[in-house]
């Protein structure tokens, strides 16, 4: 599938980058502040149409009251205030509207509000990028059980990726949050770093449908209920490998930041060429041609006993009909040609000619 998301990012939020008590590191912090910095001049510079931003509520608005999966912003704009800063976006929600249209037709049911607030899992990132420009914010249920499981976080991000993509819009998505950190617990001070740079080789690789494997007894052991987040943006980005990879521990958090800055295309394989390809139209004559030597002997009779009249048969270039003659296998896959069926082909030619 062509999609129109163009980049994203998954970066930390956690209050100390602003609260910044005795117990922070001002180094780490820096570093942190210089990659999103970083990571949003090169994602501006794509030019994308629309921004989404992914984020945890952190029991504030969507907890005792009701605590949906999905929320989707369809406001004019969004207020919050945390430690001492004042937040304010714009919000297409004309935009937001039609995503919860959209959704409703393939399957998902997510709320939708016009008032809900930025707490700092939006504000802190999108001020570490330096953003400005109108944010479409989406909520994810991650503290308040039961959560939404990883493979449904997933599907609903490729459901994004869809919608955005049936609308013509360039969009970069975001996810705020991880890795590991245990607040309000006795486990605060004890990450889960090696859990975590684990899970982010795998991102790294390019492998970002991994994250589907992870329940939510296991999130919950790890401290990285948050990763919700991550695999909504990750369902929408598709398997891609990232441009920026960091990760930067503290004593209380693991903060990663991973950025995309291209790379879409075709669901699947973006951004590599596939061993095992679909056919290409300009390939269709050599594919049927192959296929007859490997599975039927007429054909393999034809060829042996007239190789370049076999060839005639087909409508063909000239640089495909004579890989065929000579059964150029590596020149054949060079062109696109499926490799099973021309190691099939040409199997099944040598072994009659013994």
Request: hydrophobic share 45%; proline share 6%.
């Amino acid at each position: 599938m062509i999609t129109t998301v163009i980049g994203g990012a998954m970066l930390p939020h956690a209050p100390q980058f602003f609260t910044m008590p005795p117990t922070e590191d001002r180094g780490t912090v820096e570093r942190v502040r210089a990659t999103a910095a970083e990571i949003g001049g090169r994602l501006r510079e794509l030019k994308p149409d629309l921004w989404i931003i992914f984020a945890n509520d952190h029991a504030e608005q969507f907890f005792h009251t009701v605590a949906p999966p999905f929320t989707i912003h369809v406001g004019a704009a969004a207020h919050g205030h945390f430690a001492g800063r004042d937040f304010k976006w714009e919000i297409p929600g004309a935009i937001g509207l039609e995503l919860v249209r959209q959704l409703y037709k393939q399957g998902f049911d997510p709320a939708f509000t016009s008032t809900a607030k930025f707490d700092y899992a939006m504000g802190i990132p999108l001020t570490h990028i330096g953003h400005t420009d109108p944010v479409l914010p989406i909520y994810i249920n991650a503290y308040l059980a039961p959560q939404p499981t990883m493979a449904r976080c997933y599907a609903f991000g490729e459901a994004i990726a869809r919608s955005v993509t049936a609308l013509g819009l360039r969009t970069v998505v975001l996810a705020s949050g991880g890795m590991s950190h245990f607040p309000g617990t006795d486990r605060y001070a004890n990450p889960e770093l090696d859990w975590d740079q684990a899970a982010l080789a795998r991102i790294a690789a390019g492998n970002l449908k991994s994250l589907i494997g992870y329940d939510e007894d296991e999130l919950d052991d790890k401290g990285n209920i948050e990763l919700r987040c991550w695999a909504c943006a990750a369902g929408a980005l598709g398997e891609r490998k990232p441009d920026i990879v960091s990760m930067d521990p503290s004593w209380h958090h693991n903060y990663a930041s991973v950025a995309w800055f291209g790379g879409g295309g075709s669901g699947s394989g973006v951004g590599r060429d596939l061993h095992y390809p679909s056919i290409k139209p300009e390939l269709v004559g050599l594919t049927t041609a192959l296929h007859g030597l490997a599975h039927e002997a007429s054909a393999r009779a034809q060829f042996l006993a007239d190789a370049n009249g076999f060839a005639a048969r087909f409508a063909l270039t000239s640089e495909q009909s004579r890989a065929l003659v000579l059964l150029d296998v590596p020149t054949m896959v060079t062109m696109g040609i499926h490799p099973l069926v021309a190691f099939l082909a040409n199997m099944q030619i040598q072994r009659e000619r013994l």
